[in-house]
């Protein structure tokens, strides 16, 4: 047992856990003790409760694993929270189906300027494309949209499309888009966030998609009733995490009034997870406007509420024909998509941005961005010579040979989400693997290839995007199946793929040396499960469960 102020009262201890440390120096024990935020000691359940005192907050942990606080290294917090009380379409399929769950949530918000739906599939109607006419048919008379569980293509009826002023439709920025009908209006698929910003501002909710569609700040300002709102929402997103076992957010969109909603949050009643919070530089910017990037850097630096990051689009997704490919799309062979920067502005990006001793993340999807920014990174290197920079690439769903060894040769993080693959969790198969085509399945998605090739590999689920519990991440990470018998196995350990969402998440974040691993002296963030998930069937981890969630010592959720 290692202890650490032995002799003082611990504020909190878990015993009869299976604790999992993730430090490979001392793997396991029965039982933590924390005191003033951190950990204190590790070890015998008899030794641990020596540290027990009359105020000493006591956890049974009943055999069920303890291991460190999730670590969700790629999220959107605040428009997850607002998403929460939207009109969930996960896993239907099929008209009538879809038809139902519409008429069924219309008239439970009767007041909603705009009704939202979240999560329906691309292929709901099977192989037919979605248009207003369907929705029309559904729900005419009141403005509705419905979004991709990727949240880069929405699709509006008639009335939304009218009421937004894009029935004409209207010419926007690369990669975004409106489809036309034959009859020269707004088919209703929206591709790509300025294409559909217009009909989603109808909802009244603008403010919570400013860090991914503006990067800016609310104009005008709001209101301190607005304001107080916009709290709300941010405490549900928080809320929500933290029953989920989450400690730690590095969440994945960005501006200044996000940081000072959860500035103000920590200032009322604390924070249940801490929160990194990016710059979002997009494609309309110009470098000097980096400064802002390093103001927040400057301003927020605690180990509750952080920036440091600037965040950067380079595509889109597979499934629209948004995200930028090497070779054209196997059903689309004359198309290769359109990049959100030109190769020479994003080498500009990573030069300015990397010498202001910042971190980059950049959403590259196809194996085109994903060497485009790493060709940024390396120029990176050369203009500014080599530092620590953990500069991380975003999603990765497809690479290439050439590619794979510059993460580990750059000191490249690989940022990638087990519920991402098709088949692995929520996603249909269709239309991405076609898309993608079986000579490029081998290298997407490719996990275990990047982590046998060196690169720090760290796991997270993009919420709303995906379910935010990493308990299903984990799952899915184990259970990954290939494609096809000769792609290669790119399923991960369930010591591998909670270590990717612990020790790399932490790492991802310049923080190794305080969390992500269950040791004296790091902060006591730690999460109690309902069994042994060691002991547990891969097929069954999803009932294992979050029972106690555990943040800077404090209890940020109980079952």
Same mark, same amino acid.
């Given at each position: 047992?290692?202890?650490?102020?032995?002799?003082?009262?611990?504020?909190?201890?878990?015993? @009869?856990?299976?604790?999992?440390?993730?430090?490979?120096?001392?793997?396991?024990?029965?039982?933590?003790?924390?005191? %003033?935020?951190?950990?204190?000691?590790?070890?015998?359940?008899?030794?641990?409760?020596?540290?027990?005192?009359?105020?000493?907050?006591?956890?049974?942990?009943?055999?069920?694993?303890?291991?460190?606080?999730?670590?969700?290294?790629?999220?959107?917090?605040?428009?997850?929270?607002?998403?929460?009380?939207?009109?969930?379409?996960?896993?239907?399929?099929?008209?009538?189906?879809?038809?139902?769950?519409?008429?069924?949530?219309?008239?439970?918000?009767?007041?909603?300027?705009?009704?939202?739906?979240?999560?329906?599939?691309?292929?709901?109607?099977?192989?037919?494309?979605?248009?207003?006419?369907?929705?029309?048919?559904?729900?005419?008379?009141?403005?509705?949209?419905?979004?991709?569980? %990727?949240?880069?293509?929405?699709?509006?009826?008639?009335?939304?499309?009218?009421?937004?002023?894009? !029935?004409?439709?209207?010419?926007?920025?690369?990669? @975004?888009?409106? &489809?036309?009908?034959?009859?020269?209006?707004?088919?209703?698929?929206?591709?790509?966030?300025?294409?559909?910003?217009?009909?989603? #501002?109808?909802?009244?909710?603008?403010?919570? =998609?400013?860090?991914?569609?503006?990067?800016?700040?609310?104009?005008?300002?709001?209101?301190?009733?607005? =304001?107080?709102?916009?709290?709300?929402?941010?405490?549900?997103?928080?809320? +929500?995490?933290?029953?989920?076992?989450?400690?730690? $957010?590095? @969440?994945?969109?960005?501006?200044?009034?996000? !940081?000072?909603?959860?500035?103000?949050?920590?200032?009322?009643?604390?924070?249940?997870?801490?929160?990194? $919070?990016?710059?979002?530089?997009?494609?309309?910017?110009?470098?000097?406007?980096?400064?802002?990037?390093?103001?927040?850097?400057?301003?927020?630096?605690?180990?509750?509420?952080?920036?440091?990051?600037?965040?950067?689009?380079?595509?889109?997704?597979?499934?629209?024909?948004?995200?930028?490919?090497?070779?054209?799309?196997?059903?689309?062979?004359?198309?290769?998509?359109?990049?959100?920067?030109?190769?020479?502005?994003?080498?500009?990006?990573?030069?300015?941005?990397?010498?202001?001793?910042?971190?980059?993340?950049?959403?590259?999807?196809?194996?085109?961005?994903?060497?485009?920014?790493?060709?940024?990174?390396?120029?990176?290197?050369?203009?500014?010579?080599?530092?620590?920079?953990?500069?991380?690439?975003?999603?990765?769903?497809?690479?290439?040979?050439?590619?794979?060894?510059?993460?580990?040769?750059?000191?490249?993080?690989?940022?990638?989400?087990?519920?991402?693959?098709?088949?692995?969790?929520?996603?249909?198969?269709?239309?991405?693997?076609?898309?993608?085509?079986?000579?490029? +399945?081998?290298?997407?998605?490719?996990?275990?290839?990047?982590?046998?090739?060196?690169?720090?590999?760290?796991?997270?689920?993009? +919420?709303?995007?995906?379910?935010?519990?990493?308990?299903?991440?984990?799952?899915?990470?184990? !259970?990954?199946?290939?494609?096809?018998?000769? #792609?290669?196995?790119?399923?991960?350990?369930?010591?591998?793929?909670?270590?990717?969402?612990?020790?790399?998440?932490?790492?991802?974040?310049?923080?190794?040396?305080?969390?992500?691993?269950?040791?004296?002296?790091?902060?006591? %963030?730690?999460?109690?499960?309902?069994? %042994?998930?060691?002991?547990?069937?891969?097929?069954?981890?999803?009932?294992?469960?979050? &029972?106690?969630?555990?943040?800077?010592?404090?209890?940020?959720?109980?079952?």
């Amino acid at each position: 047992m290692s202890v650490t102020g032995a002799g003082h009262n611990a504020d909190l201890i878990v015993i @009869n856990g299976r604790v999992q440390t993730m430090d490979d120096d001392n793997p396991a024990a029965e039982a933590v003790a924390v005191k %003033d935020g951190a950990i204190i000691a590790l070890g015998s359940r008899a030794a641990i409760e020596e540290l027990k005192g009359p105020a000493t907050n006591v956890i049974d942990a009943k055999g069920g694993s303890v291991v460190p606080g999730f670590i969700e290294a790629h999220m959107h917090l605040f428009s997850g929270g607002a998403e929460l009380a939207h009109l969930q379409l996960t896993g239907i399929h099929g008209f009538d189906a879809l038809q139902k769950a519409i008429r069924d949530y219309a008239p439970t918000r009767p007041d909603a300027p705009m009704l939202v739906g979240q999560g329906v599939d691309y292929t709901v109607l099977g192989s037919e494309r979605v248009t207003r006419h369907h929705l029309d048919a559904i729900l005419p008379d009141r403005p509705f949209c419905m979004a991709a569980p %990727d949240h880069h293509t929405m699709w509006a009826n008639t009335k939304a499309l009218e009421m937004a002023g894009i !029935l004409q439709g209207r010419r926007f920025g690369p990669g @975004n888009e409106i &489809v036309m009908g034959d009859d020269g209006l707004a088919a209703g698929e929206l591709r790509e966030g300025e294409a559909f910003g217009p009909v989603l #501002d109808l909802a009244g909710e603008s403010r919570v =998609r400013l860090g991914l569609a503006t990067g800016g700040e609310p104009d005008p300002m709001p209101t301190a009733a607005e =304001r107080a709102a916009d709290r709300d929402i941010m405490r549900r997103g928080l809320a +929500w995490c933290a029953r989920h076992g989450i400690t730690s $957010i590095q @969440n994945m969109d960005g501006n200044l009034y996000q !940081l000072e909603l959860l500035a103000e949050i920590e200032a009322e009643e604390g924070l249940p997870c801490r929160v990194q $919070i990016p710059f979002h530089y997009k494609n309309f910017m110009t470098l000097d406007m980096l400064d802002k990037a390093s103001t927040m850097a400057e301003r927020y630096n605690s180990e509750w509420l952080s920036s440091g990051m600037v965040k950067v689009f380079y595509d889109g997704v597979l499934d629209s024909w948004t995200a930028v490919m090497v070779e054209p799309y196997a059903d689309r062979p004359d198309w290769v998509g359109e990049p959100l920067f030109t190769p020479q502005q994003f080498i500009d990006l990573a030069v300015a941005v990397d010498k202001r001793g910042l971190q980059i993340a950049v959403h590259s999807i196809g194996d085109g961005a994903v060497r485009a920014v790493l060709d940024g990174y390396e120029a990176a290197q050369k203009a500014n010579g080599r530092r620590d920079s953990r500069h991380r690439v975003e999603h990765i769903e497809v690479t290439t040979t050439a590619d794979v060894p510059r993460f580990a040769e750059l000191g490249v993080i690989a940022s990638m989400q087990p519920p991402h693959p098709p088949g692995a969790m929520d996603f249909p198969l269709e239309p991405t693997v076609s898309r993608i085509g079986p000579a490029r +399945w081998p290298l997407s998605y490719a996990w275990r290839t990047l982590k046998d090739a060196g690169a720090h590999v760290v796991f997270a689920s993009d +919420w709303p995007v995906s379910p935010i519990d990493p308990i299903l991440g984990i799952q899915a990470a184990v !259970l990954r199946k290939p494609w096809a018998d000769s #792609d290669p196995d790119q399923s991960f350990s369930l010591h591998e793929a909670l270590a990717a969402y612990t020790v790399e998440g932490a790492y991802a974040e310049f923080a190794e040396h305080r969390k992500g691993t269950l040791k004296p002296g790091y902060m006591a %963030d730690l999460v109690v499960l309902s069994a %042994d998930i060691e002991k547990t069937a891969p097929a069954d981890l999803h009932k294992v469960r979050p &029972v106690t969630t555990i943040c800077g010592g404090k209890i940020t959720y109980q079952a």
